[in-house]
């Protein structure tokens, strides 16, 4: 039997022929660069090629580049086609560690440990979507986290029934409630995170691009990824990186410099973040956040690095999202579904109010609050629980309005208004407005007594500048209205400590803050 020699007499045997030559796949990798190389060599007798060999030469030249840049060459287009009823499967885990920054007497800084690592899970129906508007409805299977402050643990969870909620987006900001009735501050913060799912497609650039090109974002998307109120410096970048059969890598990177609740803030992010060519949507997403926020007015500042890692994943539509469980909801939003619900468990009683108001305390003998309207310092509102009275006895308009000239003392300037009123609940309401001078400055209090028959009793003490009462306006009349008795609880000894946290890291109110 003859054997065929592999290597005829005369000839050289290639490199990528020879037996113990790299694998067929690894041959690419050289040969670009062998084209290259001839390719030198010739252009040195460029004047002895005719013409019409030039011409071949560069083709092979514009081959040997795309063999080393493999599909940055191919320039695409990268949109998302997201449609009404569509629906997925969402999952997000967020990891924060760093410091929270106090500042209890006004003057001085002091820092708390603070660590949080929570899970969000949800199913999501597109309810409406544009090119800068989309609402959907999430319905959470999982939605909790574990935080820590300065050794003090809470977990936070999102209630069986407002489990459902809609996320409504358009081209300035977006809306969180559920249909179910209102959130708390703390259900709020909870499912408000950044990088909120619903804008990732947004990050998409509006023309062509290739492998290696960047775009900037808008402001605004800026703003809502981040949960910012106003952005002073935006140098985030997205950047192609690489397509790799039907998933396009691209890296989303820079500084911002911003400002939330009147307070400065900035934040570097490094990320990446998948484009599914088949499904025509962003898939995943990894995000670093360092974030360095100064105090306000009614929140302590922290320095923290935050890493959220998100997955997109087609899912049929469940249960409590079909039509049959959504049709006879209201899913637009309204005035009520947007107010927050604070409950003092230790003070036994509960109201709503708008999401302006932060709740600082909350004690057995007082619960405070402060109202922010881009920035400033509106009002601050004391809620306090008062000892019960033997039932059927009720305190006077005139001996309420007796104690409240007692307690401003040389404050007080003049009465404007003093009533007796009953609530929708049957409770009995007195209010009596008072003008005056704290520190020479004008100021106006809003006192409100609220008693049952049963002996029961709180107070209201709502404070502000004179001159910030019209934008106050009538904030105080949704909180007495919705306000209600409710059953007094124990509270657990790392919520009292989650409390003395808040008190410290705010001055207490004066008189010129509220200028």
């Known amino acids: 039997m003859l054997t065929r020699s592999s290597n ?37 007798a460029a004047a002895k090629i005719p013409r019409i060999s030039l011409k071949i030469l560069l083709v092979i030249g514009v081959c040997a580049g795309s063999l080393r840049n493999g599909v940055g060459a191919e320039r695409m287009r990268l949109v998302s086609k997201t449609d009404a009823n569509q629906s997925a499967r969402v999952r997000t ?15 001085q800084v002091t820092r708390l440990p603070f660590t949080a ?41 999102l209630s069986p029934d407002r489990r459902v909620t809609v996320f ?72 192609l990186r690489a397509v790799e059969r039907e998933i396009v890598v691209i890296d989303l990177s820079g500084s911002i410099r911003g400002a939330v609740g009147g307070v400065s803030s900035d934040i570097e992010v490094k990320a990446k973040y998948h484009f599914n060519r ?9 995000m670093t956040i360092k974030e360095n926020r100064s105090i306000g007015h009614a929140s302590p500042g922290f320095d923290v690095t935050a890493r959220i890692r998100i997955s997109i994943d087609p899912a049929e539509i469940v249960a409590p999202l079909r039509e049959s469980s959504l049709g006879g909801l209201d899913l637009e939003a309204e005035p009520g579904s947007l107010m927050l619900e604070f ?10 109010h708008p999401r302006s108001w932060q709740v600082m305390v909350d004690r057995h003998d007082v ?24 039932a059927g006895k009720r305190v006077s308009l005139q001996a309420f309005q007796a104690d409240i000239l007692r307690a401003l003392s040389k404050e007080f300037g003049e009465v404007i208004e003093a009533s007796q009123g009953t609530s929708n609940d049957g409770l009995r309401v007195l209010r009596v407005v008072i003008a005056g001078l704290a520190s020479e400055l004008p100021i106006q209090w809003r006192y409100y007594h609220i008693s049952n028959g049963d002996g029961r009793q709180v107070s209201f003490v709502f404070t502000m500048d004179a001159k910030l009462a019209e934008r106050f306006a009538e904030s105080d009349q949704g909180v007495i209205g919705s ?33």
Request: aromatic share 6%.
């Open 8 to 44: 005829p007499a005369g000839h050289r045997q290639k490199p990528w022929l020879r037996e113990n030559a790299r694998p067929r796949d690894k041959v690419f990798d050289v040969r670009p660069q062998f084209l290259v190389s001839m390719i030198s060599q010739i252009v040195v």
């Open 93 to 107: 885990t967020l990891d924060i560690k760093g410091d929270l920054k106090l500042n209890a007497d006004g003057r």
């Open 117 to 157: 690592r929570g899970l969000l899970t949800y199913d999501q129906r597109v309810l409406r979507v544009g090119p800068l508007a989309r609402r959907e409805v999430r319905h959470y299977r999982e939605a909790h986290a574990q935080i820590n402050v300065g050794g003090a643990s809470e977990r936070s969870v």
């Open 168 to 239: 409504d987006c358009d081209a300035k900001k977006t809306t969180i409630y559920s249909p179910f009735g209102p959130l708390t501050r703390e259900q709020l913060e909870l499912i408000e995170i950044q990088g909120n799912p619903a804008l990732l497609d947004r990050l998409l650039p509006t023309g062509e691009v290739a492998v290696g090109e960047h775009w900037k974002h808008d402001d605004q998307l800026v703003a809502q990824l981040f949960g910012l109120d106003a952005i002073h410096r935006n140098e985030l970048l997205s950047t």
């Open 278 to 286: 088949d499904r025509q949507s962003i898939c995943w997403l990894a």
């Open 343 to 352: 409950t003092s468990h230790q003070g036994g009683f509960r109201f709503l």
């Open 367 to 390: 619960a405070i609050l402060r109202m922010i309207d881009r920035g400033d310092l509106i009002a601050q509102c004391n809620a306090s629980k008062l000892p019960d009275l033997p």
């Open 483 to 515: 306000f209600e008795f409710a059953k007094a609880t124990v509270v657990s000894t790392p919520a009292r400590n989650r409390d003395a946290a808040r008190e410290a890291s705010t001055a207490p109110v004066s008189a010129s803050e509220l200028r």
